[in-house]
């Protein structure tokens, strides 16, 4: 039995994780995963897609790795107990270049939506507690990346008012020169 779709998320509640918590993300990061191998099989040719199980090991121990930095958050959205989504997001140093982008810049390394919860205002809610905290901190930037083939979440942050600064282009090592 599924839950019933909400169709405004309404009052959400915020809850900030320490590394002893991570694996509450576990279910919600399995939906990411499942989306992005389904957004994006053009890199099936150039990227191998790992295992959900995979994934999730390298990505909690990454968490974890993350969440020794004490300005790194790790943002839990809760609607009535229920897990929504979450952010997490770690502070870098700005190295000063062509921009003023100030001495430091969030990144948002994950941010995960129940599919239960799309199109209610979840992303919207969670992106604005994490603007907040972020502020709180006198940071200005956030970089936050999209898969290039998902235009629902392109669209969503373009929405928020995000711009495209960098595009990321990948291949493997030896797929180099023209494809004929």
């Not at 918590?21 to 989306?35: C, P, S, T």
Request: aromatic share 8%; glycine share 8%; proline share 3%.
């Amino acid at each position: 039995m599924t839950k019933p779709r909400p169709s405004d998320v309404g009052v959400l509640g915020f809850r900030y994780l320490g590394a002893h918590e991570v694996d509450e993300l576990a279910d919600l990061w399995g939906a990411l995963h499942e989306q992005h191998t389904v957004t994006a099989p053009h890199l099936a040719d150039i990227i191998s897609a790992v295992s959900l199980d995979e994934s999730w090991r390298r990505r909690r121990a990454q968490y974890m790795a993350w969440l020794a930095d004490p300005d790194t958050m790790a943002v839990l959205a809760e609607k009535e107990g229920d897990l929504a989504g979450y952010a997490m997001v770690t502070i870098r140093e700005n190295a000063q270049g062509s921009w003023d982008r100030g001495d430091r810049v969030a990144v948002v390394q994950t941010f995960a939506i129940d599919p239960e919860y799309t199109g209610t205002g979840v992303g919207s809610k969670l992106l604005e507690e994490v603007r907040r905290q972020i502020a709180s901190m006198g940071i200005r930037d956030i970089e936050f990346s999209a898969l290039a083939t998902s235009a629902e979440d392109i669209r969503f942050l373009e929405q928020e008012g995000f711009r495209p600064f960098v595009t990321t282009m990948v291949c493997r090592v030896d797929g180099f020169g023209a494809q004929d």
